[in-house]
């Protein structure tokens, strides 16, 4: 299965991307594992919230195939445990073709995009920047590929 992590807008923390490609690097040891990240809209004072989003929907929706799974990262989907991510993504593992996470804009998603979307998980009630969610999420993915092969790196 390949596994995709769908971004709008550039990472601009140096930190943070020097993270995060350490962890997209371990993930390439279990599974393919890519990013795609959709440069920010242009003028976007110009646009209202939902312009913005529908313009950003536009391009999400481009890099989906229709047999994709798509899940987004989203305040109001599921939230899981460790383990509990871990077991479903060893199930997306067995049944997707092609798994693609989003992280979308500033304002969320469109409602065109929340329609194609299988499914919805979240990292936390608690709110953190974009910048941030992108190296938790990453983490997390690292996280749930040990705990399938029962490497050591999570503790119970």
Not at 8 to 35: L, Q, S, W
Not at 73 to 78: A, C, N, P
Not at 124 to 135: A, D, G, I, P
């Amino acid at each position: 299965m390949k596994t995709e992590l769908i971004l709008v807008g550039k990472t601009v923390n140096k930190h943070f991307i020097a993270c995060i490609n350490d962890y997209v690097e371990r993930i390439g040891h279990y599974m393919p594992f890519n990013i795609t990240v959709i440069p920010e809209l242009k003028n976007t004072k110009a646009l209202t919230e939902q312009q913005q989003k529908d313009r950003e929907g536009e391009l999400i929706l481009k890099l989906i195939q229709p047999s994709d799974t798509v899940v987004l990262l989203d305040e109001h989907g599921k939230e899981l445990r460790s383990v509990e991510c871990a077991t479903w993504l060893q199930q997306k593992q067995q049944t997707a073709r092609r798994l693609v996470f989003v992280i979308g804009g500033p304002y969320g998603f469109s409602q065109d995009v929340y329609g194609r979307a299988n499914e919805k998980l979240s990292l936390s009630k608690m709110t953190f920047s974009h910048q941030m969610v992108r190296l938790i999420f990453v983490e997390q993915i690292y996280r749930a590929c040990t705990i399938i092969k029962g490497e050591p790196y999570h503790h119970e």
